[in-house]
């Protein structure tokens, strides 16, 4: 039996409703206590009705609607359990900051022997409230037939293949396909009268209209035939000009710059054909659905600016759009073979290798029949099959009569897609689900969704071994495996959902996630609706949007998508939805201070505040004790954090790079569980300031660290206080000081006392006066270092020893004004009869602004046999910069392909011996 999507969600509200944590607070409150286990025993009723309800949704409306009432009941539960957390939490830190052990005693009496107060007035009506709904639910449930369900429904499953894998599986079946299109992009005969060439790709959806494209875009041909530019953009359903134009702008130019805010299309227009003027260029229009003619007609003389035999792909499913588009005859793609149909399936179902299972094979052949020759269809089944070993539950898919019906409806609904849904544990369907709230062919990266998702609290967090972060990971990188995320054709770094998929996970969440593109789409939002975005443009209605938001009085999560508009909107405009969890306002055009205000949103977890001119924080947002997401970078005014940030003591990612801090606020230390703070700015050393130790109480730190204002250090003490050397998960730092010094041997000392773990894999140091490294620096046991940035030290004579570091591959050196030899100690250190290979992994070397540097001496030792030891043997890119007075000869470099010679006036190099190297010297 499937797992239903509501099963992880009354799985936590009991676990709330039967904590210790709840019988204590509302000690002797009996009429409380009455109505929260009446509430647990009609929860646990309705539980055992939702696997019946969700199996028939798909073909009984009224069903559906059954289960969304029941969410909806559901939800208003969580906030309610919400509500009572915080004010635990809260009472626990007014506890902590100080109540004394007579007073605490004094008000536990009180409450005990007291009437109800105010907050649990409150409760108690909004308890009756929510019996009153989930009672007349489970009436209805007989008009319905709905089913009890008490197996166990927790399935056995395979573990997670990796993404890795999956992201690299081969294109069955279009091989024919895309050397047609190949001919036709490289053979002038198929412009005819054209200039420009527009092929249209036509196919129902799941086809692989974009696969096909995506292969064509890729292949490393096209260079060599003169396409220099290569542009994809996908083109959403809803067809604007103007955004369709700035797409292909931002792509043509590789920028998202704001700069085309609010411009005029004339302008556009002009920015576009500047943008493609005299080159050959391929472009990409993919998942094109626009049938308007006057809209192609705009686009048009744009595309004829670029060069003779530039080509246009558009793929479409609309036959009335490759005629409109199409300077020939449209590419009809057909279903893929059965042959490769199998290949696919085995792909995605057996991770490329036959099952020695028989039974599954033949089980197997039959859903490929069933998928008719739809490559989505064959993966995502195959993505979820891959995860069940039990031969019944393949059966039960094959047998499923999701197959007939989707057949029968005039849908959206590919059923494999559907199967692919139902299957799957219930809190990855929940994390699915909410990404219906992104519009079609939105980007989304991973890091990103995974704190959305922690922020709703979908990640379960009782995996002691793993970190939340991870957790999310590991259901992202599951939910791409079954293919309901894929790869962006533009970003490889970014993730879409398939039109169809997308199409599914609406269906799922009907009206409890909503992506709102214009005013019209405001006026379907309901008291239901809970996640929702925003995309602001220069005709959205602030007074429509309010209008909206007070109709969607229980929502949970407002994302602004735009960043090309000059928002009119303002903070007010959210704070009485109270059950916010996610507010991301990222370049919202917000100024001045933010107001005190938004401590009304106490359930807020993930505040997004980037790319805003905002001078100051309310202290008030200190009492948002549940955040656990704070963005803040590039806010080009913002120079404090409140001093009582320390309060903040869930707070897992704090990100203010970008802005122009002064100091880190008091008791940083107190946010233990942060696990990102890329920057940690120090102060002039005052009371109300953050030292460097602070750094010590955060044990779980990860990623990369920026430490700027090093020399604001006085006590060596507090550097070793930092702790750095038993931060494990840190894989970056940065080291930064700032100004003239006195005392260079306390920074020496600063410096050695900032040893990392030997974790590390990236250092970049700024500024440092000392007059030489430590030895840490240099030394082999940090052998996952591969990128090492040395900045701007007048006082170093000699380079650190860096030459034994295994891993090593990037090494910049710039601004050592004292350095005039680099020898020996740079390859060996002090131990010149080390026989290690010199940086034997070092792939790209650059020196800068060395205005002192004379003499670079190709010392490399011998080896165990006797022989020279080779330096750089795997050196491919060297960087001479501003080194005017540097004289002799390259060390010998057989395998250097790319060499840079920049204000050398000394020496005489000659060219490099790899016949593909380049010599630029100027």
Known sequence: MAEAFLTVLFEKLFERLNSPEFANF????????????????????ASLLVNDAEERQLKEPDVKDWLDDLKHVIYRTQDLVDHIDYQLLSNSLGHESGTTDTTTVLMKMKFFFSSLTEFEKTVQVEIFKILVDIKFLLQKRVLLGLKEDTQNTRSSQRSVVSLREQHHVHVHGRDEDKDKIMEWLITNEALGSYKIGVLPIVGTGGLGKTTLARLVYNDTKLKEHGFELKVWATVSAEFDV????????????????????????????????????????????????????????????????????????????????????????????????????????????????LDTNKHLQEIGRIVVEKCKGLP???????????????????????????????????????????????????????????????????????????????????????????????????????????????????????????????????????EFCMAVEDDNSLEVLSNKTRHLSHTTTSATNCDSVREGLSRA????????????????????????RKFLRVLSLYSFSLSFVLPDSISKLKHLRYLDLSQNSIIELPSSICILYNLQTLLLSCCRSLRRLPKDMGRLINLRHLDTIGSPLEEMPPQMGNLKKLQMLPEFVLGKGHDNASTIRELGELQQLSGELYIFGLQNVDNVNDALGANLRCKEKLTGLTFYWLGETMDTRRESEVLEALQPHTNLKKLKIYSYAGFNFPNWIGDSSFSNVVSIHLSHNKNCWSLPSLGQLPSLQNLVIQSFHGVETIGAEFYHGNNPSNNIT????????????????????????????????????????????????????????????????????????????SPTSCCARN
């Open 26 to 45: 509302f000690q002797g409150k009996k009429s409380i206590c009455e109505q929260l286990r009446e509430l647990n025993l009609k929860l646990k009723t």
């Open 242 to 353: 103007i955004k369709a134009m700035k797409i292909i702008l931002h792509a043509a130019t590789n920028s998202h710059s704001t700069a085309d805010i609010d411009v005029s299309i004339k302008e556009l227009r002009r920015r576009l054909k500047e943008a493609l003027r005299g080159k050959k260029y391929l472009i990409v229009l993919d998942n094109v659905w626009d049938e308007n003619e006057d809209n192609w007609a705009v686009l048009k003389p744009i595309f004829t600016s670029g060069a003779c035999e530039s080509r246009i792909i558009v793929t479409t499913r609309s036959q009335q759009v490759a005629i409109i588009v199409g300077t020939g005859k449209s590419y009809e793609l057909s279903q893929v073979s059965p042959a490769h149909c199998w290949k696919i399936f085995i792909d995605h179902a057996f991770n490329g290798e």
């Open 376 to 510: 989505l269809a064959l993966i995502s089944l195959g993505g979820l099959l891959r995860f069940e070993e039990n031969s019944n539950k393949w059966e039960k898919i094959l047998r499923s009569h999701v197959w007939e019906w989707c057949e029968s409806q005039n849908n959206n609904i590919v059923p494999s897609l559907w199967l692919s849904y139902r299957y799957p544990p219930s809190y990855l369907k929940q994390c699915f689900a909410y990404c219906s709230m992104f519009p079609k062919n939105h980007e989304f990266e991973k890091k990103g969704v995974v704190l959305l998702w922690m922020a709703e609290g979908f990640l379960e967090d009782n995996q002691l071994e793993k970190r939340l972060e991870e957790v999310g990971e590991e259901y992202f990188d599951n939910l791409v495996s079954r293919s309901l995320f894929q790869r962006s054709s533009r970003d490889d770094s970014k993730f879409i959902m398939h039109d169809l998929v997308h199409d599914l996970a609406m269906f799922v969440s009907g």
């Open 553 to 576: 009085q229980n929502l949970r999560t407002w994302t602004e998508l735009s960043i090309e508009s000059r928002n009119k909107m303002t903070v007010e405009f959210f704070v009485e």
């Open 838 to 913: 010199p940086f034997q992994s070092l792939e790209t070397l650059t020196f800068h602004d060395m205005p002192a540097w004379k003499v670079w001496s190709p010392v490399g030792g011998d080896d165990r046999d006797g022989g020279v030891l080779t330096l750089f043997p795997s050196l491919k890119e060297l960087s001479l910069n501003g080194c005017p007075v540097l004289a002799g000869s390259l060390p010998d470099l057989d395998t250097l392909e790319t060499l840079h010679i920049s204000g050398v006036y000394g020496s005489y190099f000659p060219e490099p011996r």
